[in-house]
C-alpha cells in the first residue's frame, strides 16, 4: 500500500515534493490502486476541512481527463482549471494568481493530452482557412500560433501542436506578471505535462522542442 499523502505537510512544500505527490498519484490511478479514488462520498468531502492544496492543475475539457482521477487526489488537495486546450484568459491566470499567491502552492502543472479535439480544430481552421463563429472562435485563435509553429499542413501537425501548446501555456505562465518572481526565486515551478489517453500515464515534457 502506497503511503497516503499529505498534502496538508505546510511548510514542507516545494515544487520538488509537490511534483513528486502528483506524478505518484498518477502513478497509484495507472497500477489500478488509488489510495483516493474510492473516496467519493460526501463525507470525504466534508472531511477536507480547510482547503490546503499542494498543486494547481490547468488542464483540458475533454471527457476521458477527469484530473483529479487521474492523479489519484482527494478533496482538498489540487485545485483543477479546465479549459479547452487549456486555453489561458485573464479569469484563468487570475485564478493561478490567486491559487499561488493567495493559498501559496507551489506547483502549476499545465496538462495537454494526446488527441486533443480543440487542438485538432485549430489545426482544420488552419488548413480550411474557416474560422469558427462565437466565442469558440476566440479558443482556436488562442491554439493557432502553436499550429503555425510547427507548421498546419505538416501531416504530424496535430501531435506536434498539442506538445508545443503545452510548451506555449507554460512560457506565458512564467512570465506572467505575479508568477514571474516566485518563479525566477524557485519558489513555485510552472511544467507541462502529456497524458495518454491510451495508458492513463502522465509524462513530463521536455523543457524544449523540437516536437519531433
Ligand atoms: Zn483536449
Given at each position: 500500500?502506497?503511503?497516503?499523502p499529505?498534502?496538508?505537510?505546510?511548510?514542507?512544500?516545494?515544487?520538488?515534493?509537490?511534483?513528486a505527490?502528483?506524478?505518484?498519484?498518477?502513478?497509484r490511478?495507472?497500477?489500478?490502486?488509488?489510495?483516493?479514488?474510492?473516496?467519493?462520498?460526501a463525507?470525504?468531502?466534508?472531511?477536507?476541512g480547510?482547503?490546503?492544496?499542494?498543486?494547481v492543475?490547468?488542464?483540458?475539457?475533454?471527457s476521458?481527463v477527469?484530473?483529479?482521477?487521474?492523479?489519484?487526489q482527494?478533496?482538498?488537495s489540487?485545485?483543477?482549471?479546465?479549459?479547452?486546450?487549456?486555453?489561458?484568459?485573464?479569469?484563468?491566470?487570475?485564478?493561478?494568481?490567486?491559487?499561488?499567491?493567495?493559498?501559496?502552492?507551489?506547483l502549476?502543472?499545465?496538462?495537454?493530452h494526446?488527441r486533443?479535439?480543440?487542438?485538432?480544430?485549430?489545426?482544420?481552421?488552419?488548413r480550411?482557412?474557416?474560422?469558427?463563429?462565437?466565442?469558440?472562435?476566440?479558443?482556436?485563435?488562442?491554439?493557432?500560433p502553436?499550429?503555425t509553429?510547427?507548421?498546419a499542413?505538416?501531416?504530424?501537425a496535430?501531435?506536434?501542436?498539442?506538445?508545443?501548446?503545452?510548451?506555449?501555456?507554460?512560457?506565458?505562465?512564467r512570465?506572467?506578471?505575479?508568477?514571474?518572481?516566485?518563479?525566477?526565486?524557485?519558489?513555485?515551478?510552472?511544467?507541462?505535462?502529456?497524458?495518454?489517453?491510451a495508458?492513463g500515464?502522465?509524462?513530463?515534457?521536455?523543457?524544449?522542442g523540437?516536437?519531433?
Open positions: 500500500m502506497p503511503p497516503t499529505d498534502p496538508a505537510a505546510g511548510a514542507a512544500r516545494t515544487p520538488r515534493t509537490a511534483l505527490e502528483l506524478l505518484a498519484g498518477n502513478r490511478f495507472v497500477s489500478g490502486q488509488p489510495v483516493h479514488g474510492h473516496d467519493v462520498t463525507a470525504a468531502a466534508v472531511a477536507s480547510d482547503q490546503q492544496p499542494y498543486a492543475v490547468l488542464g483540458c475539457i475533454d476521458r477527469p484530473l483529479e482521477a487521474i492523479f489519484d482527494t478533496f482538498g489540487i485545485c483543477v482549471i479546465r479549459t479547452g486546450a487549456h486555453v489561458l484568459d485573464r479569469a484563468v491566470l487570475g485564478s493561478i494568481e490567486y491559487v499561488v499567491g493567495q493559498l501559496g502552492v507551489p502549476v502543472m499545465v496538462l495537454g494526446e486533443c479535439g480543440a487542438v485538432g480544430s485549430a489545426v482544420e481552421a488552419l480550411t482557412g474557416q474560422r469558427p463563429g462565437g466565442s469558440l472562435a476566440y479558443v482556436i485563435d488562442r491554439i493557432a502553436a499550429v509553429e510547427v507548421g499542413e505538416d501531416p504530424d496535430h501531435p506536434l501542436a498539442i506538445r508545443r501548446h503545452v510548451r506555449r501555456t507554460v512560457a506565458t505562465l512570465a506572467d506578471d505575479l508568477l514571474a518572481g516566485p518563479v525566477v526565486a524557485g519558489e513555485v515551478a510552472v511544467v507541462g505535462a502529456l497524458y495518454d489517453l495508458t500515464e502522465v509524462a513530463l515534457l521536455a523543457e524544449e523540437p516536437e519531433k
